[in-house]
């Protein structure tokens, strides 16, 4: 029995590292940024167009315009989500830092959120 004590304390023993980089966390906030970053820039072009419904009436007459509007959202929606899938995981991979994984779920979270709620609330505004 002293024997098998012997062997088990000759074994070197599991060093776990808590501050790891998470590289999916890192991942997922560059991505998320990245996102946030094509929301400012879509509302501040949303900001630069027209105020009068006349006038955005004849903006549906550009196809352009809109195709950009719309594709800029798109992207930032598509980067936001990936952002928040990969930093939700960076919080299950054990053995790692889950500090950027944590601030990147909460800040995403929130920035999806919003924009799901700006769709939401521009599809229920009367008159479009």
Avoid: K
Avoid at 36 to 45: D, N, S
Avoid at 87 to 94: A, E, K, N
């Amino acid at each position: 029995m002293s024997e098998r004590n012997t062997e088990t304390a000759s074994q070197p023993p599991i060093v776990v590292d808590q501050g790891s980089t998470n590289t999916v966390a890192i991942a997922g906030f560059a991505f998320g940024l990245l996102s946030i970053g094509l929301y400012a820039l879509l509302f501040y072009w949303a900001s630069r167009l027209p105020g009068s419904p006349a006038e955005l009436h004849q903006l549906q007459n550009d196809p352009s315009t809109l195709v950009q509007l719309v594709a800029l959202g798109g992207s930032g929606a598509l980067l936001n989500v990936v952002a928040l899938i990969l930093c939700v995981y960076g919080l299950l991979i054990p053995h790692r830092s889950r500090i950027l994984a944590l601030v990147g779920t909460v800040l995403f979270g929130v920035a999806f959120l919003g924009s799901a709620s700006v769709v939401i609330l521009g599809m229920l505004a009367p008159g479009t």
